[in-house]
């Protein structure tokens, strides 16, 4: 199986495995270092999948949906499935069906499918509770009355006088509770979502991240590892409750927190994730960040979020794979089967998750152990019984549709067993380098979260020198003859950048930003969580069409113009020639109208990016040599630093100590080939 084909198999699913070839062992499937896992994306827009207007026929041992891997007898209208073996008898309506009259859900090519469930009653449209921080200047008030004007023109500034030295007596805690119990008692069971807009940390009531008394700084990562910030773990399971409760009614928290310093994001984050709810950070409710983002939860049409409710993802799955859990913006049920690995990572010990809130984009990871021991003669295990034969995995989603249906989708897929001991060029060729450098970083940083002495970077390090050692193309102890196949070959320099970026080296982040971006890493699909790991960068010159340039320093001209698409940010930077040259006005004139397009086109593709995304993100525009030209060279290979011998083409250098990307392959070459 090709790379590219990766991406195809998305596009008709919605599912990238990081293994597309499974071992049969466990003790090989251990020696594959990276995990085996699905990314999934339960509502993602599939517009050749059929909808069926009547209900799905499951199987009546293990309630596995019918698909296109069931073996079907047409004489005798039975069908056996494909995960326990159960002989099922068709319906009576089915009376009709032979290897010309197939229904839809047996069809090869719809291995996706969705059914629109008949209702026992009419659906209750979503409700939107808005939850309003009025502790907030009258400016940020107004930008924020201007925001949502047609639903609050009588609000009016929180009343009580606030002394220099103090801050607003603001409970957020409380009246999120109020919100909670409030559609609990009303709307329980209905699509709901709480849009909580929140320009300042909570200093009253349950959930409070810091005293009133400005003296008090508001918690860093510093005092969280120093187990310094007295109401950090307090507030955290207040929340903790509050996500249960939320999961319960099957409501969404959604969160909108506009300020210059923190609110308690890292403290809120369980609640917003558990519920698969939004968050959107900016400075101010004036900024663009906030607006366009608001904008497009409430956009229609094709360019909507495609915001869906109430669903609930269930997992099927061959007799020798067993659920470790899922990371996502999803919570456990708890529902144990045999398919349940006792070892739980995240959302674990059940093969059924709540998703309150869910969009076109959300992605659920979970990770598989494969539980197959190895066998003694005679006893072949299922799945080493033949080498040719197929495991299968199947995806199952209720959800409230934006039309008010109640829909089921059903995604059934089936990949090769293989002997992992004989068959490695088997498993290179199904190894997807994408899907599981986003699994990797989920799961990094979930341990972050989760574990106390963890430490990220050697983590990934001794990762990636075991998968080197097991799958580079090497001879022993000499680091010349070191080379990987092309399905493993970007995956060390994905590695590299996780190392660099944001959601490794969080002291330059406060705890807020950290979860944030662990909130969007968890929850975005495969190509936008790559952008977050290694951002894009492409480049603008007279002399040729826009074109991919290297995430490097070197690629940095003085003529030339860099777009930079970091998730969170888009960057326009302007080589210091061409910033000249506009600063002078030469795009006004009528003889220059190829320069005026030059520095049209990035603006255009820029603009573009933000439209679609969500949240809105940055846009940084400056240039070389200016002071937010660190937007770019934070993100670049720093070949060129202040203490490097050679320089590059455009002569700038990055002042940092991280190694550049070719030293870092050096050291991992040398220590993979060693015997």
């Given amino acids: 199986m090709a790379a590219p084909d990766f991406a195809d ?10 293994w597309n070839v499974w071992p049969n062992s466990k003790v090989e499937a251990t020696k594959c270092v990276v995990p085996f896992a699905a990314l999934y994306t339960p509502v993602k827009r599939l517009p050749d999948m059929p909808v069926l207007p009547y209900e799905p026929i499951r199987c009546k041992s293990c309630v596995a949906v019918l698909n296109p891997f069931a073996r079907v007898d047409f004489i005798g209208k039975m069908w056996v499935c494909p995960f326990c073996y159960q002989r099922n008898q068709f319906p009576p309506h089915y009376a009709a069906i032979s290897e010309q009259n197939l229904p839809a859900e047996l069809f090869p090519q719809y291995t996706t499918i969705e059914y629109s469930l008949p209702l026992a009653a009419p659906a209750h449209p979503p409700v939107f509770l808005f939850l309003l921080d009025t502790c907030l200047i009258e400016e940020e008030l107004g930008y924020l009355k201007t925001a949502v004007s047609q639903v609050l023109d009588e ?46 940390p909570c200093t009253e009531g349950p959930g409070v991240i810091v005293s009133r008394e400005l003296s008090d700084p508001i918690r860093s990562h510093k005092d969280l590892d120093k187990d310094a910030a007295p109401h950090y773990n307090k507030a955290a399971k207040f929340y903790e409750g509050l996500a249960k409760q939320l999961v319960a009614q099957g409501h969404v928290l959604d969160l909108f927190a506009s300020a210059l310093d923190q609110v308690g994001i890292a403290e809120m984050k369980v609640a917003v994730e558990r519920t698969g709810g939004l968050v959107a950070l900016s400075e101010s409710y004036g900024h663009t960040v906030f607006k366009d983002s608001l904008k497009r939860v409430f956009q229609q049409g094709d360019a909507s979020l ?12 061959s007799k020798d794979i067993k659920v470790q859990g899922a990371i996502g913006p999803c919570a456990s049920l708890e529902k144990k089967g045999p398919s349940t690995s006792d070892t739980a990572i995240s ?14 984009l959300t992605t659920v990871a979970v990770l598989f152990d494969i539980a197959t021991a190895q066998q003694p003669s005679g006893a072949p295990s299922a799945a080493a019984s033949a080498a040719s034969q197929q495991l299968h995995l199947q995806f199952t989603t209720s959800y409230q549709h934006p039309s008010g249906e109640t829909r089921l989708r059903c995604t059934t897929i089936t990949r090769s067993w293989v002997d992992g001991s004989i068959a490695t060029a088997d498993l290179v060729a199904g190894f997807d380098q994408e899907a599981a450098a986003v699994v990797v970083a989920r799961l990094m940083s979930h341990k972050m979260e989760a574990e106390e002495e963890y430490d990220a970077t050697r983590w990934l390090d001794r990762m990636l020198i075991r998968v080197c050692n097991k799958f580079g193309d090497y001879r022993k102890d000499d680091p010349a003859s070191f080379s990987l196949s092309p399905n493993f070959s ?32 968890n929850r975005e699909n495969v190509l936008n969580c790559l952008v977050m790991i290694q951002p894009t960068l492409t480049s603008y010159s007279f002399n040729a069409p826009p074109e991919p340039a290297l995430l490097d320093v070197a690629a940095i001209a003085v003529d030339r113009i860099l777009l930079l698409d970091a998730f969170f940010s888009v960057v326009i930077f302007h080589g210091s020639t061409i910033a000249q040259w506009r600063n002078a006005g030469y795009h006004n004139q009528p003889e220059h109208q190829a320069f005026a397009q030059l520095l049209a ?18 846009l940084v525009d400056c240039d070389q040599n200016g002071s937010q030209a660190r937007f770019l060279l934070a993100k670049l290979n720093p070949s060129a630093t202040y203490n490097s011998a050679s320089t590059v083409p ?19 070459q040398r220590l993979a080939v060693q015997s």
């Fill in 490 to 521: 970007i995956f060390p320099q994905f590695l590299f950048n996780l190392r660099r970026s944001q959601f490794v080296q969080v002291f330059g982040s406060s705890p807020d930003e950290t979860a944030y971006f662990r909130m969007a890493l």
């Fill in 347 to 360: 959302q674990g010990h059940t093969t059924q998750w709540k998703l309150c809130g869910l969009d076109a």
């Fill in 155 to 200: 609000l009016g500034r929180d009343a009580f006088p606030v002394a220099a030295d103090k801050r607003p007596a603001r409970c957020t805690g409380t009246a999120l509770t109020v919100a909670v119990g409030l559609l609990g008692a009303c709307v329980p069971n209905t699509g709901a979502r709480i849009l909580s807009f929140v320009g300042g």
């Fill in 601 to 618: 086109a990035p603006q255009a593709d820029a603009t573009a990016i933000m439209a679609e995304r969500f949240p809105t993100p940055r």
């Fill in 650 to 668: 455009g002569g700038e250098v990055i002042l940092t100590d991280d190694v550049s990307l070719q030293v870092f392959m050096e050291h991992l």
């Fill in 9 to 18: 198999l998305e596009a008709v699913d919605g599912v990238r495995l990081t």
């Fill in 306 to 317: 495609g915001l869906s409710f109430n669903g609930l993802l269930e997992l099927h799955c």
